[in-house]
């Protein structure tokens, strides 16, 4: 992520059970959901800077999850979603 220059990427099939956030080192922090570790489960990784501007965290499902943020006052909604 950090040579690609991205902060905000959508990942699936992440197969960790839980909603948690954790971070990842190198700057960057995880948000996911799962319910079963074999299979599904969907997350976001957020620069670490903007992880204080997370308004909102909803997991809807081990499929799909959204967070809202607020940068430099334009919200921002981030959906990641996994359908096989």
Same mark, same amino acid.
């Given at each position: 992520?950090?040579?690609?220059?991205?902060?905000? /990427?959508?990942?699936?099939?992440?197969?960790?059970?839980?909603?948690?956030?954790?971070? /990842?080192?190198?700057?960057?922090? /995880?948000?996911?959901?799962? #319910?079963?570790?074999?299979? %599904?489960?969907?997350? #976001?990784?957020?620069?670490?800077?903007?992880?204080? %501007?997370?308004?909102? #965290?909803?997991?809807?499902?081990?499929?799909?999850?959204?967070?809202?943020?607020?940068?430099?006052?334009?919200?921002? %909604?981030?959906?990641?979603?996994?359908?096989?």
């Amino acid at each position: 992520m950090q040579r690609r220059k991205v902060d905000i /990427l959508c990942v699936q099939e992440t197969r960790w059970k839980g909603s948690k956030a954790r971070s /990842l080192g190198a700057g960057f922090k /995880l948000f996911y959901h799962g #319910v079963d570790g074999k299979r %599904n489960g969907v997350g #976001v990784i957020l620069k670490e800077e903007f992880v204080r %501007n997370v308004l909102e #965290v909803k997991r809807v499902s081990d499929r799909v999850m959204s967070l809202k943020l607020e940068i430099e006052g334009v919200m921002f %909604n981030v959906v990641s979603g996994y359908a096989p």
